[in-house]
T-cell receptor, first 116, second 118 residues
Framework: NAGVTQTPKFQVLKTGQSMTLQCAQD?????MSWYRQDPGMGLRLIHY???????DQGEVPNGYNVSRSTTEDFPLRLLSAAPSQTSVYFC???????????????FGSGTRLTVV | AQKVTQAQTEISVVEKEDVTLDCVYE???????LFWYKQPPSGELVFLIR????DEQNEISGRYSWNFQKSTSSFNFTITASQVVDSAVYFC???????????????WGLGTSLAVNP
């Protein structure tokens, strides 16, 4: 089982460029989400999806787009990169039903993005 | 509003010492979930435990133990006989009932950086 796979691990962009961060999971999880991690701010939710074809905004969605055409994939698109988007991005997934004892969200290994 | 406070920014201990990481949360939800995650220097986020609001049983897993007390809105994490490999940033997080979309959002504390020195 690969779990949650994020690519790339590192990326440097120039202001105004666009790019897509990839996230794929092989656990048949319905729920997928994107977080960004910034010093002093902790992790904040950008967008999430509860199933294929269904997405919604999180806490800090501006400047980002998502789509969910399959259960496995949940790419995050930066439309026009800005220095404020310099951050570490994490994709996370889980079953919709967290009822299984001691079950949590599985995170990818992160993408460190620098916008210059 | 939901909030998670980890008052200890950094803790430094010597190997084999016991250490407790504090987590205090605020929520108006009657059903909620509490989590602990570990972020080692390599950067990934590793799930440690989840507790449901209706289950106040304490949990022990090897050298790790967790104390959940609704009366004080705390979910503290203790490492017994700490080891160098325990050095990491530890995050406490809170989410609401999973049935309502955005309630699944994890609210994170700012983390406690634990350094275990040989």
């Amino acid at each position: 089982n690969a779990g949650v796979t994020q690519t790339p691990k590192f990326q440097v962009l120039k202001t105004g460029q666009s790019m897509t961060l990839q996230c794929a999971q092989d656990m048949n999880h319905e729920y997928m989400s994107w977080y960004r991690q910034d010093p002093g701010m902790g992790l904040r939710l950008i967008h999430y999806s509860v199933g294929a074809g269904i997405t919604d905004q999180g806490e800090v969605p501006n400047g980002y787009n998502v789509s969910r055409s399959t259960t496995e994939d949940f790419p995050l698109r930066l439309l026009s990169a800005a220095p404020s988007q310099t951050s570490v991005y994490f994709c996370a997934s889980s079953y919709l039903d967290l009822g299984q004892p001691n079950y949590g969200y599985t995170f990818g290994s992160g993408t460190r993005l620098t916008v210059v | 509003a939901q909030k998670v406070t980890q008052a200890q920014t950094e803790i430094s201990v010597v190997e084999k010492e016991d250490v407790t990481l504090d987590c205090v949360y605020e929520t108006r939800d009657t059903t909620y979930y509490l989590f602990w995650y570990k972020q080692p220097p390599s950067g990934e986020l590793v799930f440690l435990i989840r507790r449901n609001s209706f289950d106040e049983q304490n949990e022990i897993s090897g050298r790790y133990s967790w104390n959940f007390q609704k009366s004080t809105s705390s979910f503290n994490f203790t490492i017994t006989a700490s080891q160098v490999v325990d050095s990491a940033v530890y995050f406490c997080a809170l989410s609401g009932s999973p049935n309502a979309g955005n309630n699944r959002k994890l609210i994170w504390g700012l983390g406690t950086s634990l350094a275990v020195n040989p």
